[in-house]
């Protein structure tokens, strides 16, 4: 364990010098798997590890969610989301009339599952 925390900084090395050899590589697979995602999905290391922090503590209201959900969000932000549309009321009536006059189109609209004025087309 003296020889893993040997190549660290100081203020890591003082943080991991109470811990003991499992404890401790358990903290360096835990920054491996952050640096992982890290460098495949393109986020910036503090970004993750904030994501880390609020997500997987088990110290929080929700009792702390698996590392894969931090994974989960991370790719998610490499996605291209899928187009919605706010549908005027006062001018077309709701959301009805839009999808009915996109399908006259040849184009599919579907409700939008969180505003009830939306309407999401397909990728």
Same mark, same amino acid.
């Given at each position: 364990a003296a020889a893993a925390v040997g190549f660290l900084g100081e203020e890591r090395r003082q943080r991991l010098a109470a811990l003991n050899e499992t404890e401790i590589w358990a903290?360096?697979?835990?920054?491996?798997?952050?640096?992982?995602?890290?460098?495949?999905?393109?986020?910036?290391?503090?970004?993750?590890?904030?994501?880390?922090?609020?997500?997987?503590?088990?110290?929080?209201?929700? @009792? @702390?969610?698996?590392?894969?959900?931090?994974?989960?969000?991370?790719?998610?932000?490499?996605?291209?989301?899928?187009v919605t549309l706010r549908v005027n009321r006062l001018k077309l009536g709701g959301r009805t009339a839009l999808i009915e006059a996109l399908e006259q189109e040849d184009v599919e609209g579907a409700y939008c599952?969180?505003?009830p004025w939306g309407v999401v087309l397909p990728r």
């Open positions: 903290v360096a697979r835990e920054e491996e798997t952050t640096a992982t995602v890290c460098m495949e999905m393109s986020l910036p290391p503090w970004l993750v590890e904030l994501w880390t922090g609020q997500l997987c503590d088990p110290t929080r209201s929700h @009792g @702390g969610l698996p590392f894969s959900e931090v994974q989960v969000l991370a790719e998610s932000c490499n996605q291209i989301p899928p599952r969180i505003s």
